[in-house]
């Protein structure tokens, strides 16, 4: 997929969230979307206040609702965060989400629309 994004003439960035989103400048994108990657962060405050400080107009989140026999199943480490408080969310809704193909435990997600403030 990123083969496709860089002939397209997408930028890549090869790196992990924490590594990444430090580098992006200010105000750089107009909607920043973070589906299915948050649970991989341990700590997840200084990427959410990147992500709102790259996002020009508006924030969409995507936090999974991790039992505990999925984050122990799961072959890397997974961090559970969809307990976080997000005031400034002005969207925030609990979804069935999906169901693992490989355990069949279903995770349930929240998602969330913050429209641009500061965090």
Same mark, same amino acid.
């Not at 193909?101 to 435990?105: D, L, Q």
């Given at each position: 997929m990123l083969h496709y994004a860089s002939k397209r003439g997408y930028k890549i960035i090869h790196k992990?969230?924490?590594e990444a989103l430090p580098e992006?400048? /200010?105000?750089?994108? /107009?909607?920043?979307? =973070?589906? %299915?990657?948050?649970?991989?962060?341990?700590?997840?405050?200084?990427s959410l206040k990147h992500i709102n400080r790259i996002a020009r107009q508006s924030v969409l989140l995507s936090l999974d609702s991790l039992t505990k026999e999925y984050i /122990?199943?799961?072959?890397? =480490?997974?961090?559970e965060h969809s307990k976080i408080s997000l005031p400034e969310a002005k969207d925030d809704y609990l979804i069935r989400g999906w169901t693992s193909?490989?355990? %069949?435990?279903t995770i349930k997600t929240r998602m969330i629309y913050v429209p641009k403030t500061k965090w």
């Open positions: 992990s969230i924490e992006l400048p /200010d105000s750089s994108y /107009d909607f920043v979307f =973070a589906l %299915g990657s948050l649970l991989f962060i341990k700590e997840i405050n200084p /122990d199943s799961f072959t890397v =480490a997974v961090f193909p490989t355990t %069949g435990i």
